[in-house]
């Protein structure tokens, strides 16, 4: 079945480190990709997307391009606040479901 | 707009209780879904509705149940908690851009304990 497959944590940077959150995924046909951050105490907000093949979603410095051929849609900030801080979920929705990898958690240090 | 509410924020239960979650929205989306978040395992789909009266089952639909008598409402039902179900649930709605589900809304989600 389809599954998403995120870099464990937790990530600990200083304050204008660079940021790369590795994610991979399993799915048939032609899924679309998400990374989702989650706040202490929260729900989940969408960050960015992408729909198809080759696209780069970006939204607050980050970013994160769809890589079919390596099945990867990886996340990339350049310059990392301490705001930054929070749990960041891939995910996918392939045909009327979604589905969330594990998680990661960022520490942002001053 | 209030976007997706859950009530309660917080619940405890003993083994064998039932209880539903409530989940509503007002932004007309016609997809909407359950999540439980487990420490180290994500988000894992419960049940899911496309539309009113339509229902389907997600990854770990086991000991609940739902309904879809509206565009608005969505309630979860555990029939008879178990401690395995000790989890913190999420509710999220969802609309079609191009003939696909799109981004996600989520409500704030209801911490559960089962004693």
């Known amino acids: 079945g389809d599954s998403v497959t995120q870099m464990e944590g937790p990530v600990t940077l200083s304050e204008e480190a660079c940021l790369t959150i590795?994610?991979?995924?399993?799915?048939?046909?032609?899924?679309?990709l998400f990374w989702y951050v989650q706040y202490p105490g929260e729900g989940l907000q969408l960050l960015l997307k992408a729909t198809k093949a080759d696209d780069k979603g970006s939204n607050k410095g980050f970013e994160a391009t769809y890589r079919k051929e390596t099945t990867s849609f990886h996340l990339e900030k350049g310059s990392v606040q301490v705001s930054d801080s929070a749990v960041y979920f891939c995910?996918?929705?392939?045909?009327?479901?979604?589905?969330f990898g594990s998680g990661t958690k960022l520490n942002v240090k001053p | 707009n209030a976007g997706v509410t859950q009530t309660p924020k917080f619940q405890v239960l003993k083994t064998g209780q039932s209880m539903t979650l409530q989940c509503a929205q007002d932004m007309n989306h016609e997809y909407m879904s359950w999540y439980r978040q487990d420490p180290g395992m994500g988000l894992r789909l419960i049940h899911y509705?496309?539309?009113?009266?339509?229902?389907d089952q997600g990854e770990v639909p086991n000991g609940y149940n739902v309904s879809r008598s509206t565009t608005e409402d969505f309630p979860l039902r555990l029939l008879s908690a178990a401690p395995s179900q000790t989890s913190v649930y999420f509710c999220?709605?969802?609309?079609?851009?191009?003939?696909?589900?799109?981004?996600?809304?989520f409500g704030p989600g209801t911490r559960l304990t089962v004693l």
């Open positions: 995910a996918l929705y392939n045909f009327n479901k979604f589905y």
């Open positions: 590795n994610c991979t995924y399993t799915a048939t046909g032609y899924p679309s």
């Open positions: 999220a709605s969802s609309y079609k851009v191009g003939g696909s589900y799109n981004e996600q809304f």
């Open positions: 509705s496309v539309g009113a009266g339509i229902t």
